[in-house]
C-alpha cells in the first residue's frame, strides 16, 4: 500500500489505530468500525478492501519505533480541515464502542486532538457525544 492516504483511508486509519491502541482489538471496536464504514456518508463510494489494507499498514507503523508519529502525519496529511473533527469524532466512538477506554486509547485520543488541532471545546463536545452515544443499561 502506497504511504499517501486518501482521506477516507485515513479516517479508516485513526478508527483502526484507535481499536489497536489498547492492543486488545476487540469485537465491539471492530463491529463498530464496519458499522461506520457502512452507513456514514463520508465513506460513501470507499472500497471495502481497503479497510484490510489500512488495517494491515497501521499494525505495519505500530511495529516501527516512531510508527505512532509516522501514522498520525499521514493521516494530518491526507485530511482536509472540514474532516479532522470527523476524524477525532470516530476516533472517539471506537475508543467507547466497548464500553471502556484505556489509558493508552486516552493518550493516542489526546495526541490526535492535539494534531489534528480539534478545538478543546470541540473535543469536549465530541467526547460527551460518543460516551452518551455508547452508554450501556
Known sequence: MST???????LVAVMI???AADEDMDDQELLSISAI??????F???DLDRVQQVSAMVADLFTEEDGLD????????ALPD????????????????????????LRFLEMLRHDL????LAAAAIERG???RHQRM
Not at 464504514?37 to 463520508?42: A, D, G, I, S, T
Not at 472540514?82 to 486509547?105: I, K, P, Q, W
Open 4 to 10: 499517501v492516504l486518501s482521506a477516507q483511508d485515513a
Open 70 to 77: 509516522a501514522l498520525i502525519g499521514l493521516v494530518n496529511a
Open 37 to 42: 464504514v457502512e452507513l456514514l456518508p463520508v
Open 130 to 132: 460518543a460516551r452518551a
Open 117 to 120: 488541532r480539534v478545538g478543546r
Open 17 to 19: 489505530a484507535t481499536s
Open 44 to 46: 460513501e463510494g470507499y
Open 82 to 105: 472540514h474532516l479532522r473533527e470527523t476524524a477525532y469524532a470516530l476516533a472517539c466512538d471506537v475508543a467507547a464502542a466497548d464500553g471502556s477506554v484505556a489509558m493508552t486509547e
